[in-house]
């Protein structure tokens, strides 16, 4: 089954640096999407993504965070100043038809905020 | 309105029993409700779905039940296996708006 790739698995950082978190979704899905989850807990959308621009996107994703597609290919999310409490789990997802359709999640990428 | 409340918050059973997952929601406008399995390290996987115009969906030992009218839908997990032991989320959407999720369930199937 194809799979959604996301890197790195874990990411430590500074309070106040600015992160990255990559992902390269299945190749022919139109709909991306990033969540997050803090300890195994519940499941909390942040921003979907689709044409080239956001649809949707929670409280959550204030002006410190961005996404981007630079390429083809890959599917980005910046946190510009990190602050503790982004210390999560970050899962990449991705769909052929929105959120009415199956969500292929990748196996994240822990960040720890120091 | 917009919440889907998921309960228990844990579950214990035994191999071979039947594990039972419970979902509310409130906002009937909500016509998509997915079934995600996560195991630890892993990101969630659809297990399962069902749309409101039926009441039940099978597939395998997995089982939604969907009541409208009571604005709730669960998993049944027939049989249940040591390799079942994960967390199950429900959630809900409609019209291609973000999936709103339940709370999780951390289950556990003895041997």
């Known amino acids: 089954e194809p799979e959604v790739t996301q890197t790195p698995s874990h990411q430590v950082t500074q309070m106040g640096q600015e992160v990255i978190l990559r992902c390269v979704p299945i190749s022919n899905h139109l709909y991306f999407y990033w969540y997050r989850q803090i300890l195994g807990q519940k499941v909390e959308f942040l921003v979907s993504f689709y044409n080239n621009e956001i649809s949707e996107k929670s409280e959550i994703f204030d002006d410190q965070f961005s996404v981007e597609r630079p390429d083809g290919s890959n599917f980005t999310l910046k946190i510009r100043s990190t602050k503790l409490e982004d210390s999560a789990m970050y899962f990449c997802?991705?769909?052929?038809?929105?959120?009415?359709?199956?969500?292929?999640f990748g196996s994240g990428t822990q960040l720890s905020v120091l | 309105q917009q919440q889907v409340k998921q309960s228990p918050q844990s579950l214990i059973v035994q191999k071979g029993g039947i594990s039972i997952i419970n979902c509310a929601y409130e906002?009937?406008?909500?016509?998509?409700f997915p079934w995600y399995q996560q195991f630890p390290g892993k990101g969630p996987a659809l297990l399962i779905a069902?749309?409101?115009d039926v009441s039940e969906k099978k597939e395998g030992r997995f089982t939604i039940s969907f009541n409208k009218s009571a604005k709730q839908f669960s998993l049944h997990i027939m049989d249940s296996q040591p390799g079942d032991s994960a967390t199950y989320f429900c959630?809900?959407?409609?019209?291609?708006?973000?999936?709103?999720w339940g709370a999780g369930t951390k289950l556990i199937i003895k041997p």
């Open positions: 069902i749309r409101p």
């Open positions: 959630a809900a959407t409609h019209s291609n708006y973000q999936l709103i």
């Open positions: 906002n009937t406008a909500f016509d998509y």
């Open positions: 997802a991705s769909s052929g038809g929105g959120t009415n359709e199956k969500l292929f």
